[in-house]
Structure formats: C-alpha cells, structure tokens
C-alpha cells in the first residue's frame, strides 16, 4: 500500500473538511410549498374558473382570511371550480381543502398516474377534505376541481392547498405578520353582551378578542359579541389579528357598556301563558291600540315585521293610518305599560304574506341585526317566527342563535306554525325548533286553515275537533319539544280563519287531556304533560269583535291548570 505524501494528506483533509461545512456531501432539497394561487379567495375568482357562473366569494362564513368560495348547483350543472396548478414531475403532493355547506367534492385531474378525488355530504361547519397524489413522469401541470352536486345546496371551500415540492407555477406568497386591525367599534350591547365591528386586515385567518386585557375568544371574520357580561358595566375590547406567521399588536382599545337589566320585561312568564296576535292594520276586526288588549294575554305578538330590500332584513312600520291616529310614541308607552303589567310584547316576523327569506349566512346575519335593532327601538321583548312560506333551518337557527347572543337570557322567542310544518322532525320548521330547543319560549302551531293530518298514533285527523288538537300536539310533544314549549293555536272567532274554529270550551278540552287525561275525545294520549304551556289566539282583535268570548274563556282556563 503506498503511503501518501504529506501534501497530499493535507489536500484530501481539506477538501473533504470544506465538502462537509458546506454541505456538499449530497444534493438539497427544496421546502415544500402551496402551489395553488389564490388559495383562500382573497383575490376573488382570479386563477380560478366556475361552470356556468356558479361560483363567487364571500365574506362570511369564511375559514380563514377574509374570504371563501360560495358555488351553487342548478339543472345540469354542479357548480365546478377548475385551477390548473404548476408540479413537478415524479412527486407527490397533498390536496387539500376546507369545505362546509351542501355536498363537496375535491380532487385531481391530469396528474399522470391515477387521479383521485374526495368528497363529503352537507357540512353545518368547517370540515377539511384531504387525499394524496404522485405525479407522472413528464407532468408538469395538474387540473384542481371543487364541485357540489345536481339538486343540492351550495357548498363553501377554502385554503385550497397542493403542498409539496415547488412547481415553479408560483404560488401564494409566504404569509407576514398581519397589521392590526382598524376601525374597532362597539355594534351593540345588551344587559348581557357587547357586539364589536372592525376592519378586515389583509392576509389575517382570523381574530382574537380581548377584554381588559385578557384573551376570551378568537373568531374568524370581523365582528364579534361577547356575551355573559354583567349588566350597567363598561369593560375595555380590543383586538389582533392573525395568520400562521403570527399575531398582530393589538388594535386600540374601545369602551362597550352593558345596558340595565329590564327584569325580563316586567317578569318571567307563568307556568302557563296565553299568546294572542295584535294586527297592526284593520281588516274588518276591531282596531286596539296596544293598550286595549285583554289582560288575559301573557305575550302578545305585534303582527307584522315588514320585509326590506336588504336580504334577511325587516323593519316595523306602524300603521298610524289603519288605526285611527296610533302614534309611535302611544305604541312605545303601551308597550312598556304592558311590560310594567307581566306581560311580554314581540314582534311577529311572516304571516300568510310575509315574504322573508333567511337562506345563508348574510341574510342570516341581517335577520338578527335587524330584530335586535327594533327590539332596542320600540322595546320588543323578543320575535316570533311566523313564516307561512317556509325556512332554511340552518340559516334560521343560526340567524335565532346570534339574536339571542345579542339580546341575552331574557329573549323571548315564538314560533306559529302550519300543521304541515309539524308532522315530522325532519320538517323544517322541526328541525328549526329542536335547534334552537335551549331558547326557545314556545311553538304555538296554528290548528287551523288547515286540511286532514296525522296524528302521533299514524291515524288521521281532521280539524275541528278535540282529537285534531290533542293527536297533532303529541307529535310535538313526544318528538323532543318540552311540554312547556308546547302551546294550541286556535283562531278567536269563526272570522279570524277560513277554517278550523272551535269553540273555547273545545280547546279547554284539549288542554285538560294533555295536562290531566281528561276532556278527551276518541285520541287519549299515552301520558299526561302537566308542564303544557296553553294557548294561542288569532287575534286579539277578533277576540274583542267576538267580545273577548275567546280570552275569557281560554284565558283563566290555562292560568288555572296546575
């Protein structure tokens, strides 16, 4: 073996020494990166292509940023969304996106070996879908689809990702620490809550909320309430914004203050209470003012909210006209003397021609700013859901729960209706009303202007009869409602509907065979519910008409069941 010279030595040490400091002894590899543009839809539709213009963005729900991809099927067409995306060939990447809504798909065209696809049926919140892929040999490009399906409802994605090696395409650029948030205002506050507003901050996924200087809750778009705050105190908010490169200093500070405490409206409600519709227009029955309904009505539901152009808004318009001269400032002092006197004043949103429609998250949003709004204006103590041309229960729950986030425990929240709605949890108006089971006050559904329908036990009733009450109520009774959230809605008189009057001492039967077993007619329920609320009225204008023959009646009835 030939024994090297002292140079030669000292070269190869060197050289080998220099390879291992600079990290030559292999080749690197680059860091994998997103290869999608405009993944989170912040830039709008730009790299990305929807069917039949199906597609667009918006700002809420949103998972991260400021925005997401809202597509809507229809006919023949399920709203796909196509970005073709630069890779590299022989690699393997991760798809990814984060969906919620009606179904969704995710997947891979043109990727050179198998292409895949993944997908989820309806979502009521943020779900992330994932699969992987190998590109081929000579691919260089891959085709990215989202897509819902034909007769479904429109579906949301967000932070599309094709993470793996760097295809060269360019993606999104790496993220900066978020400015901090502008414009930070206090929407409005409760005895319980405090509802704050701010800028949208380009780049942020989100948002942490601060109160007196503590972190209570992170949210994703630009507003917030926070709730469980005690009443006629000032707290201090601010806010940050934030995304995976970190969070923001915080915004200034602003000052919200909780209302007093209004006592619940002059009271809680009794065990049992009687519901009677105020009609704020004169069609033949007596014209009230607030103040001239019978004593005998425990909430009384202002009929009705008008519909604006706004999606999901309302408004309240008093028929000053209609009713003789009522001034607004008369209605406002009515309602605070009722209140004074027990009783509870909501405003009914529908009727037979209410035209109200909350069916995604904005006009969802609308609904509920809009009702709390007239609640702080005339002094409402809550709202009843009178929608007589259907719901989105999703929508309307959601719309339901962020009132109540506003306008705390003391909400008061109705609801009317049809005996169609009622027949099956998996109705609309169910679902709606199992929702929101934690909140809600009663289901008063109208027993009448109605046709034949089935009973709990499977057998048809038709109106009119103590049977049609009580075998319809058990549905609701036995389908998950509480019998406290259970109430009989009947009109007053033979004018105040086209069809389905009894007489009251017919619907004090019905109350005495769900809360005694007595009274009953061929239907006898399995068991009693002693905890049912009462009754309701169409209207308390009929009611007087008629003589107050109605309330008189019904009224000390249901006040005097046990």
């Not at 601010?238 to 619940?264: L, R, Y």
């Not at 099956?424 to 559904?445: G, P, R």
Request: glycine residues 12%.
């Amino acid at each position: 073996m030939p024994i090297l010279s002292r140079r030669r030595l000292w070269t190869t040490t060197v050289t080998l020494a220099l390879a291992l400091a600079l990290g030559v002894a292999g080749p690197a590899s680059a860091a994998d990166v997103n290869n999608v543009k405009n993944a989170g839809f912040e830039s709008g539709l730009t790299n990305w292509t929807c069917s039949a213009s199906s597609g667009t963005t918006v700002s809420s729900p949103v998972h991260g940023g400021s925005a997401a991809l809202k597509a809507t099927p229809a006919g023949q067409d399920n709203a796909q969304c196509v970005q073709t995306v630069a890779v590299k060939p022989n690699a393997t990447y991760t798809l990814s996106a984060w969906v919620q809504g009606g179904y969704a798909y995710l997947g891979a065209t043109g990727t050179g070996t198998t292409d895949v696809s993944t997908w989820t049926p309806d979502t009521a919140s943020w779900k992330q879908l994932t699969t992987t892929f190998t590109t081929g040999a000579s691919t260089t490009s891959v085709t990215v689809y989202t897509h819902g399906w034909y007769g479904q409802a429109a579906y949301l994605a967000d932070d599309v990702s094709v993470y793996g090696p760097d295809g060269g395409g360019g993606g999104d650029p790496t993220p900066t620490v978020p400015a901090a948030p502008a414009g930070l205002a206090v929407s409005g506050t409760s005895s319980s809550s405090v509802s704050l507003s701010w800028n949208a901050v380009s780049g942020a996924t989100g948002y942490n909320v601060y109160r007196n200087g503590t972190k209570i809750t992170a949210v994703t778009g630009a507003s917030a309430t926070v709730t469980g705050l005690a009443a006629s105190t000032s707290y201090s908010f601010q806010v940050t914004a934030v995304n995976s490169a970190g969070e923001s200093v915080k915004s200034g500070a602003v000052t919200g203050t909780t209302t007093a405490s209004q006592g619940n409206g002059g009271g809680a409600l009794p065990k049992h209470a009687v519901t009677g519709y105020w009609q704020n227009f004169n069609n033949g029955a007596t014209v009230q003012k607030l103040s001239a309904v019978q004593s005998q009505y425990d909430i009384i539901a202002v009929a009705f909210a008008d519909a604006t152009t706004t999606p999901g808004a309302v408004t309240f318009n008093l028929d000053s006209a209609g009713l003789g001269g009522y001034t607004v400032d008369q209605f406002k002092a009515d309602i605070k003397a009722k209140q004074a006197a027990g009783k509870k004043v909501v405003v009914s949103v529908g009727g037979q021609n209410g035209t109200v429609s909350v069916s995604d998250p904005t006009s969802a949003a609308n609904f509920a700013n809009s009702v709390y709004s007239l609640m702080q204006t005339y002094g409402f103590d809550g709202v009843d859901i009178d929608l007589e041309n259907g719901l989105n229960a999703t929508y309307m729950s959601q719309a339901l729960r962020s009132l109540s986030a506003k306008a705390g425990s003391g909400l008061v929240l109705t609801m009317a209706p049809q005996t169609i709605d009622m027949q099956s949890t998996s109705n609309a108006y169910f679902q709606t009303a199992l929702n929101v089971k934690d909140i809600l006050t009663v289901v008063n559904m109208q027993y009448y202007n109605s046709g034949s329908m089935l009973g709990c036990d499977g057998k048809v009733y038709s109106q009119g009869s103590v049977d049609f009450l009580t075998a319809l109520a058990c549905i609701q009774l036995e389908g998950g409602l509480s019998p406290s959230q259970v109430g009989l809605g009947l009109p007053a008189s033979t004018s105040g509907a086209g069809s389905g009057y009894v007489s009251p001492s017919v619907v004090n039967n019905a109350l005495d065979c769900l809360t005694k077993g007595t009274g009953c007619g061929s239907f006898k329920p399995s068991k009693t519910y002693p905890d049912l609320r009462g009754a309701m009225t169409w209207s308390t204008n009929w009611d007087a008409a008629a003589g107050n023959a109605w309330s008189n009646t019904v009224g000390p009835h249901v006040h005097g069941l046990s």
